[in-house]
Nanobody, 126 residues
Framework: QVQLVESGGGVVRPGDSLRLSCAASGRTFSTSNMGWFRQAPGNEREFVAGIQYSGGATYYADSVKGRFTISRDNAKDTVYLQMNSLKPEDTAVYYC???????????????????WGQGTQVTVSS
């Protein structure tokens, strides 16, 4: 059982940065791969970034590679998404998600994640 709450979204201009946080509760957090997804109105939920439960491996969507960084602090039960060089096409509701315990592979499909936060809005507009 994992409960997730995202924060840190807002309205920014192209080229600006934001840092999203996802606070987790539950003893399984440190054993679960974590992912960030985003969804714009009318679009499917899109994988953004994932991190292995130990923090030893990460994976990014091509659209954000080199601009976004996912990290986690298991001691604080928190996962982060640092977003730099934001573009208007990054506008979406961003969700953090937790997968099953001890998965050796970072997955990119929403169906592979069991627990979800409520989402935080990120708007990039000039």
């Amino acid at each position: 059982q994992v409960q997730l709450v995202e924060s840190g979204g807002g309205v920014v201009r192209p080229g600006d940065s934001l840092r999203l946080s996802c606070a987790a509760s539950g003893r399984t957090f440190s054993t679960s791969n974590m992912g960030w997804f985003r969804q714009a109105p009318g679009n499917e939920r899109e994988f953004v970034a994932g991190i292995q439960y130990s923090g030893g491996a990460t994976y990014y969507a091509d659209s954000v590679k080199g601009r976004f960084t996912i990290s986690r602090d298991n001691a604080k039960d928190t996962v982060y998404l640092q977003m730099n060089s934001l573009k208007p096409e990054d506008t979406a509701v961003y969700y953090c998600a937790a997968a099953a315990r001890y998965l050796p592979l970072i997955t990119t499909t929403a169906a592979s994640y069991q627990y979800w936060g409520q989402g935080t809005q990120v708007t990039v507009s000039s």
